[in-house]
């Protein structure tokens, strides 16, 4: 109980200290690049309110790259699942895809803008091809790690009992995985949420978006709309990052032990 108050105390000081630097640093800036807590908060609550130019609120542009993360992750993940299963039950899948994956895993998402803009054109596609890209290759290879951690031991006591090879794969080896593939999860969900902000600044059929209104108000010099806008991109990945966390907890709370094994 002591350990979550002394917890609770630290994150509001350091909150409150990280509020008070940025108030001086903006004070003392000579420009309005930097803008004030209380004008970012203003800004926010303006857009809450009244919306942008356009008409649409934070929400608007929130739900439009909520929507493209889920489509982009969604893919990737019914595509990595079943892949990385089969890669780390065969080797001689995994000798087969891995060099190519080696190859293609190192390409930043941001690379395949162009080939994306060509192939699908302005709107939704383009943007999910992008997230679908960053958020694959943590999801496949947790998968392949997870089935290749899974014990030998039980897997031979299994057939010993005489499960059969789905039986293995689905009452041992997916459970076992499960924790692997909760970890790609939330790494996939961050780095496609970071693939939307930069896919939205180009690419859109429609001016929605948390990454558009972050160029849009850059632009045209509301840096407050900007701050603003960067501080809720980044309160919904710390959201997404913890809530998978707390299914890995509550899912998964032999983790650590089968890591160790």
Not at 21 to 49: H, N
Not at 85 to 94: D, W, Y
Not at 233 to 243: D, E, P, Q, R, V
């Amino acid at each position: 109980m002591k350990l979550n108050k002394t917890k609770i105390f630290l994150t509001i000081f350091t909150i409150f200290l990280f509020l008070f630097i940025w108030y001086i640093i903006a004070l003392l800036t000579p420009s309005k690049v930097i803008p004030g807590p209380i004008e970012v908060l203003q800004s926010l609550i303006k857009i809450i309110i009244e919306g942008d130019s356009f008409n649409y609120t934070i929400f608007d542009h929130l739900f439009a790259s909520l929507w493209r993360v889920l489509i982009g992750f969604y893919v990737a993940f019914i595509v990595a699942l079943p892949l990385g299963l089969i890669m780390g039950l065969s080797k001689k899948v995994e000798w087969m895809i891995s060099p190519i994956m080696e190859i293609f895993r190192p390409i930043p998402p941001f690379a395949w803008i162009p080939f994306a803009l060509v192939f699908f054109g302005l709107g939704l596609f383009s943007q999910a091809f992008i997230i679908f890209i960053g958020a694959f290759f943590p999801l496949l290879t947790n998968t392949v790690q997870g089935v290749k951690n899974t014990s030998s031991i039980l897997v031979d006591v299994a057939k010993t009992l005489g499960a059969d090879k789905f039986d293995i794969i689905l009452h041992i080896i997916l459970p076992f995985t499960l924790p692997f593939i909760l970890v790609g999860v939330r790494v996939s969900l961050g780095v496609g949420w970071m693939c939307v902000i930069a896919a939205e600044l180009v690419g859109l059929n429609k001016p929605l978006g948390l990454g558009y209104l972050i160029q849009y108000s850059a632009q045209f010099g509301n840096f407050a709309l900007t701050f603003s806008t960067m501080l809720v991109t980044g309160l919904i990945g710390y959201i997404l990052n913890n809530s998978v966390k707390l299914i890995e907890n509550y899912t998964s709370h032999w983790r650590e032990s089968i890591v160790k094994n």
